[in-house]
């Protein structure tokens, strides 16, 4: 009877520490991705820069006060050379190095010559311009 009655205490002790209370929480966060397509013609060159410098500013309305202040916005290339892989940026990229900034309403992404020989603006490209929400933490 003893050995009943334990194993029963037992087992009604791990069925309330298994059933107890727990927090749910939706660590999910929308995202939106926006494809542009750049044409080498779209390229302005930044004529104060040390090197051969090269500027596309990319209109993103959504781009809000809130993803500017909380959010992430992600940047990345795709080439007609590689169509099958996304260049994140920054990064050197062929003949370029590839930044970019952001502020609210656009995104500028910056292609700086790195080649031999004289400039020449980067070739058409997909830009993908990802904005994730995110709650702050501070």
Not at 64 to 69: C, L, M, P
Not at 103 to 120: D, F, L, Q, T
Request: proline fraction near 6%; glycine fraction near 8%.
């Amino acid at each position: 009877m003893k050995k009943l009655l334990l194993a029963l205490a037992i087992g009604t002790a791990s069925l309330v520490s298994f059933s107890s209370c727990t927090k749910e929480t939706n660590n999910y966060t929308n995202g939106y991705s926006y494809v542009y397509t750049v044409e080498s013609s779209q390229w302005k060159a930044i004529p104060e820069a040390n090197r051969p410098t090269y500027e596309v500013v990319i209109d993103v309305p959504d781009l809000d006060k809130q993803y500017f202040e909380d959010g992430e916005v992600s940047v990345a290339a795709l080439f007609a050379g590689n169509p099958d892989f996304y260049e994140i940026i920054p990064g050197s990229i062929g003949d370029y190095h590839f930044s970019a900034n952001y502020g609210i309403g656009s995104v500028a992404v910056y292609a700086e010559y790195r080649g031999p020989g004289s400039a020449v603006k980067p070739e058409k490209m997909l830009v993908k311009i990802v904005l994730t929400d995110a709650l702050p933490g501070n």
